[in-house]
Nanobody
Framework: QVQLVESGGGLVQAGGSLRLSCAAS????????MGWYRQAPGKQRELVAD???????NYVDSVKGRFTISRDNAANTVYLQMNSLKPEDTAVYYC??????????????WGQGTLVTVSS
């Protein structure tokens, strides 16, 4: 069994910072792209940032210059450093990963979600 476990959400004031972590565990051979999505109340889930196995990154325009995605391949972990947080960043944040298992199957996995609340 392969799973993603997230941590690091919480309540922060506008202008503050949070760091999200997402660790993959189980029968993992390799992990391709990893990313963070978010879903605010009444809105569709959107991609916040992603990072390839070669460390190429992509960000939604609204977080550029404020958020940084990174990964530790040895630890099968992806991070999202969020600075200068705004109330509109309030959402449930989900980790996503494309994993190749030790039986060479590809699985797209989602974390359980972690709530980030930014107060004004």
């Amino acid at each position: 069994q392969v799973q993603l476990v997230e941590s690091g959400g919480g309540l922060v004031q506008a202008g503050g910072s949070l760091r999200l972590s997402c660790a993959a565990s189980g029968s993992i051979f390799t992990i391709n792209a990893m990313g963070w999505y978010r879903q605010a109340p009444g809105k569709q889930r959107e991609l916040v940032a992603d990072i390839s196995s070669g460390f190429s990154t992509n960000y939604v325009d609204s977080v550029k210059g404020r958020f940084t995605i990174s990964r530790d391949n040895a630890a099968n972990t992806v991070y999202l450093q969020m600075n200068s947080l705004k109330p509109e960043d309030t959402a449930v944040y989900y980790c996503n990963a494309l994993v190749r298992t030790t039986t060479y199957k590809y699985l797209e996995l989602w974390g359980q979600g972690t709530l980030v609340t930014v107060s004004s």
